[in-house]
């Protein structure tokens, strides 16, 4: 495949939603240069849901790609055991082989909605971790120092709180440094909260006596909270395999603030349509209805247009209209009354009592639109009474 090297293209690739490239005029004339690169993404299986945080770095890599460069997608299923501790103020849970397999499972399919992954190299860095010996890891360990993984802002705030750091912690940006030893990667793509661990596959690299990687990183992407990065385990998050109204709904729960950063990193809007949706926030339009738009548009890339209509309308019936869902899904009790909280419990509509009661206690659950106000008293239930827990799950009562 021939390497297009359109200037325009180039621009976009280095600047739209980048934090910073390392060496930036040295991808830049190896892009212009014709040469096909290497280009290295990695994402490790600690949780099954591929989310609209990770498309940031996907769809950069969809760009290299669509330039005629050779993408490799790697799956970290040696690493996820480990846990990446960038970010983290606390030390991952060790994940087990049958975890990391089940969360694997939808990886690639939810991958391919943005990357051509029949046209990609997918890799598993389990494939080489798992053949070399102790002497390899030896190796490996003299590649980076100790002085250099402990000044790291995450470690530097744990041993300051006299938290501990474990050994595996401390190796894992080897780890993802030795992926782009094997990979030979000539350009590697992460968030800039990856920085630390992009900048060590240069090092790395360099201990190899290999030619160092370009770094790319992109900037992070707040989740529906507006606040913290979009996490599975922190709960902002919009799932890539998530159904079209709930896909929706998310992203009109977004805050207006960051209606604009979503549509530049999350859509593929031009700078003129995105200056358009500035000019009419600033000239006083309802945010609500260019949200609209955002998530018309997240939902049609991965559903589809009809899906992103159908969403619109189900939201605006739901949400603003107050009337039930087209389709409430319905859930059996065999005993009554029966504890709101139990209910709650069984219909999946929480994951733990405590954040059932909290969510009672905030005023967050109606029974046929009467507000819940004591999770303590049992409930007579009626065939056909629709429970509402939170602005988005319903569930209707059959006896």
Known sequence: M?????????????????????????????????????????????????????????????????LGHHVVLLIGDFTAKIGDPSGRNEARKPLTDADVKKNME????????????????????????????????????????????????????RLD???DITTLEVLYPLFQGYDSVV????????????????????????????????????QLLEGTDGAKKMSKSVGNYIGLSEESNAMFSKVMSVPDALILKY??????????????????????????????????????????????DDAAQEFEKVFSKKELPSEVAEYRISANPFSIIDVMLAAGLADSRGEAKRLVEQGGVTVNDAVVRDWTEPVAWNDGDVLKAGKRNFIRIKL
């Not at 494939?127 to 360990?141: D, G, Q, V, Y």
């Not at 793509?189 to 596959?201: K, P």
């Not at 939902?299 to 899906?307: C, E, G, M, Q």
């Open 2 to 66: 021939k390497v297009n090297t359109d200037a325009a293209k180039i621009k976009e690739i280095l600047e739209r939603g980048v934090e910073d490239v390392i060496v930036k005029e040295h991808l830049e004339a190896a892009l212009t240069s014709g040469t096909q690169l290497r280009v290295k993404f990695g994402i490790d299986p600690t949780a099954p849901d591929v989310h609209v945080g990770h498309t940031v770095p996907l769809r950069k890599l969809r760009a290299f790609q669509e």
């Open 183 to 218: 990979i030979q990667a000539d350009v590697e793509i992460g968030g800039t909260d990856q920085l630390f661990n992009l900048l060590m596959g240069r090092r790395v690299q360099r201990h190899y006596e290999m030619p160092e990687q370009d770094v790319l990183t992109t």
């Open 106 to 157: 939808g990886y690639l399919a939810q991958a391919g909605k943005i990357v051509d992954v029949k046209e990609a190299e997918i890799v598993y860095n389990s494939t080489w971790f798992e053949r070399e010996n102790i002497a390899k890891m030896l190796e490996l360990a003299s590649a980076g120092s100790m002085q250099q993984v402990l000044r790291r802002a995450e470690f530097k705030k």
């Open 263 to 308: 549509f530049w990193l999350c859509t593929d809007v031009t700078q003129d349509e995105l200056d358009a949706h500035e000019k009419r926030m600033s000239e006083g339009a309802n945010p609500k209805d260019i949200k609209i738009e955002l998530g018309k548009k997240i939902v049609a890339l991965y559903h589809s247009r009809t899906a992103a």
């Open 161 to 163: 709180e006299g938290s």
